[in-house]
């Protein structure tokens, strides 16, 4: 049996075979523009961050009040941008070298005019003014963040 045959003589074994292929295309046709889109994804992002002298926005402070068992010298000031990530991950924003912070412990983000909190799914939590927080949390300049054992003070 050749092709002509499955296409032309295969009835509705034929039928099938063609929509088989077009299924193919269709799936790979697919597959390219996904790669495509993240590909120009990936070069617009690469281009924003390395446009020279653009300034970063930073939205606030946070000030080391009680540096726990690390190494973090007491009052150093850490910027708050709209998305700063805290963990032990040396890609942190605010990276802790501590046993009991996890590598992606809590995200702080600046939205509606307010800074949040939220817990990344941490072993030891996330705490704000003494309490841990299971969901997203707004806070205010002045405010107690607790990650670990090191403890920040939120500033503007």
Avoid: C
């Amino acid at each position: 049996m050749n092709l002509n045959d499955l296409i032309n003589g295969g009835g509705t074994f034929g039928f099938l075979f063609i929509l088989r292929i077009a299924l193919v295309v269709i799936l790979y046709l697919v597959i390219l523009q996904i790669v495509g889109v993240a590909r120009r994804d990936l070069r617009r992002a690469a281009a924003v961050a390395q446009v020279p002298g653009q300034a970063r926005q930073v939205v606030g402070h946070l000030i080391v009040i009680d540096s726990g068992t690390t190494k973090i010298p007491l009052n150093s000031r850490f910027d708050i941008e709209p998305i700063t990530t805290i963990g032990r991950a040396p890609t942190s924003s605010v990276p802790i070298d501590s046993g009991v912070v996890s590598t992606d412990h809590a995200r702080i983000t600046y939205r509606n005019r307010s800074l949040w909190v939220e817990d990344l799914g941490s072993h030891n939590g996330t705490y704000v003014n003494g309490r841990k927080i299971a969901q997203p949390t707004a806070v205010k300049p002045d405010d107690i963040l607790q990650v670990g054992d090191v403890r920040f003070k939120f500033t503007v």
